[in-house]
């Protein structure tokens, strides 16, 4: 066998490990996002990001990524309606937040394949909607810088665990 078969089975067994150990840690699906449910978020990023003074998109969407609830603020750059729509998306679809891609694309190497997986987004300010432990939807951010995006997409996460 040549040193680059061995190379690939190497790498495929690891990310295999690591898909496993990845996926007994992710939440399973519940019932979806209703829309009073996908309202509150919706309004407690908003205000976040008013506090914060940053014009931002937040997309609230469904487990299966159809959009919920959309609001853009004045002056948000247009390219941030499309981007945050897509940062839910891929934290619905792929049930974890967007940071995870982010992260693994940062790393390099293995990481990169990220960039080949259909609708994720590698940004942060994408992060399911988990509601007793199953996840119900998630919220996309965008207009900041990816950080900025995670902490606003935050505060509309944490609005489900309000009372």
Not at 8 to 13: D, G, M, N, R
Not at 130 to 152: L, N
């Amino acid at each position: 066998m040549s040193v680059l078969r061995l190379a690939h089975l190497a790498a495929f067994t690891l990310l295999c490990g690591l898909a496993g150990t990845a996926a007994a840690q992710v939440p399973q699906y519940g019932a979806n996002v209703n829309h009073e449910q996908a309202r509150k978020v919706l309004a407690a990023a908003l205000a976040d990001a008013r506090k914060q003074n940053l014009p931002m998109a937040v997309a609230v969407v469904d487990t299966a990524g159809q959009l919920v609830a959309f609001e853009r603020m004045d002056n948000t750059q247009t390219a941030s309606i499309a981007v945050a729509q897509d940062k839910a998306v891929s934290a619905a679809m792929y049930r974890r937040p967007t940071k995870v891609f982010q992260d693994a694309v940062a790393g390099g190497g293995a990481g990169l394949r990220v960039l080949t997986l259909r609708n994720a987004n590698a940004v942060e300010g994408g992060l399911p909607l988990v509601v007793d432990g199953k996840i119900i939807g998630a919220i996309g951010v965008s207009g900041g810088s990816a950080e900025q995006d995670g902490v606003v997409a935050k505060a509309g996460t944490d609005s489900l665990a309000a009372k």
